[in-house]
């Protein structure tokens, strides 16, 4: 087998691993929904870093998309790594258990209940969950640059750029980090 026939054996066998996972994703028939953008975005980002492990697109380092923003922020996964966008610790948990509480999460979150706390405050939980940082995630200067991180991500989706910006997102996980360092001085 040549080269390029290996390589679109191992990009099949990535895809179809890839959709054996998605089905699992809950079936969500309302566009409108936070749920509906999460499964879209994720199913997008699983199919680019599929793409991206066989050397087909550019991936600076390997990532996995975060169970509960669905972003590809985590870098090792199911090792309690903490996303740095919504804060969840990946602990293993994603679907079809996203309605248990596993322990590890936070405050008894479940990841459904996270993940509808990311689509409304950008983080994984929410004022009345008496999680001590709430207040500091709801920070201008962190959501600025939480939200711009997320516009590029949004930007790779759509193409509206020619290369990705991995880079211009290494920069501002960078930033995030520095802004919480600050906070919480």
Not at 51 to 78: F, S
Not at 149 to 161: H, K, S, V, W, Y
Request: glycine share 4%; aromatic share 12%.
């Amino acid at each position: 087998m040549d080269d390029r026939s290996r390589r679109d054996q191992d990009y099949a066998d990535l895809l179809a691993s890839a959709l054996q996972t998605w089905r699992v994703y809950p079936v969500v028939e309302d566009s409108r929904s936070p749920l509906f953008a999460f499964v879209q975005r994720r199913m997008w980002f699983d199919d680019y870093l599929a793409r991206a492990r066989i050397g087909l697109l550019p991936l600076p380092r390997d990532y996995y998309t975060c169970a509960c923003c669905g972003y590809p922020t985590i870098e090792e996964p199911q090792t309690l790594e903490v996303c740095y966008l919504c804060l969840w610790k990946d602990n293993g948990q994603d679907d079809p258990h996203a309605n248990e509480y596993w322990r590890g999460a936070y405050y008894g979150l479940t990841l459904s209940a996270a993940r509808e706390h990311f689509a409304a405050y950008v983080a994984c939980f929410d004022d009345s969950s008496r999680y001590p940082l709430f207040s500091e995630e709801q920070d201008p200067a962190l959501l600025r640059a939480k939200r711009a991180c997320i516009a590029l991500f949004e930007q790779m989706t759509r193409g509206d750029q020619a290369a990705p910006p991995w880079d211009k997102v290494g920069e501002l996980k960078a930033a995030i980090g520095g802004i919480r360092r600050r906070l919480r001085r």
